[in-house]
């Protein structure tokens, strides 16, 4: 597609259940993001993939979570055992490099714990 | 450390009102400025990116500039219709995630 695509678009899910959250990055685009923004909060930052690059976990807040990406395409956000502090929009972005270039956001997955 | 400030948080405006919003920046190398306007239950849309300092760019009735420290986002003019949170962000030298500031929130009522 032309844009970022992420699934589902809302998820509403029990404490204590995994779920999983998918991102499709823009074709050809090697970085790709993930972002957290709770509500009225700002962007912050969880994870950057780079090409075959080892990927940068630094923003990760717990071993809760976890990303994969096959490749220069599909990326997969999984928490664990969710929390009620999980609840949040998480925010794919992409780009085509790691030299500064602009990234473009996906409308992002809207995650309600209860 | 590398960081974003942006001020005002909130902004309100009449219909017309011309103001600017700011975005102060520290970086280890300058990668990029970027600014991405949000709308509420949206992802953010990209606006601009500016990669050295005198550098503008404009469209509709906004224009960004960029300074070795600081960004400005004008809004000539402004619509209803341009009411969002602007966010803005920088890339470093390391090619880091790009950092970015808690945004302004802009109303115009008209």
């Known amino acids: 597609g032309a844009g970022v695509s992420q699934s589902p678009s809302n998820k509403v899910t029990e404490k204590g259940k995994d779920v999983e959250l998918r991102c499709d990055p823009i074709?050809?685009?090697?970085?790709l993001y993930w972002y957290r923004q709770r509500l009225g909060q700002g962007l912050e930052f969880l994870i950057y993939f780079q090409g075959n690059s080892a990927p940068d976990k630094s923003g990760l807040p717990s071993d809760r979570f976890s990303a994969e990406r096959t490749g220069e395409s599909v990326s997969t956000l999984t928490i664990q055992r969710t929390q009620q502090e999980d609840s949040a929009v998480y925010l794919c972005a992409s780009g085509k490099d790691r030299d500064g270039n602009t990234i473009y956001f996906g409308e992002g997955s809207w995650l309600t714990v209860v | 450390e590398d960081q974003v400030t942006q001020s005002p948080e909130a902004l309100r405006l009449q219909e017309g009102e011309s103001s600017s919003l700011n975005c102060s920046y520290t970086v280890s190398g300058l990668r990029g400025l970027f600014w991405y306007r949000q709308d509420p239950g949206k992802g953010p849309e990209f606006l601009f990116t500016l990669y050295s300092a005198g550098e503008e760019k404009e469209k509709e009735r906004l224009k960004a500039t960029l300074t070795k420290k600081e960004s400005f986002l004008h809004i000539t003019a402004p619509k209803p219709e341009d009411s969002a949170t602007y966010l803005c962000a920088v890339g470093n030298q390391a090619g880091t995630a790009l950092i970015f500031g808690k945004g302004t929130t802009l109303s115009v009522s008209s």
């Open positions: 074709s050809g685009h090697t970085a």
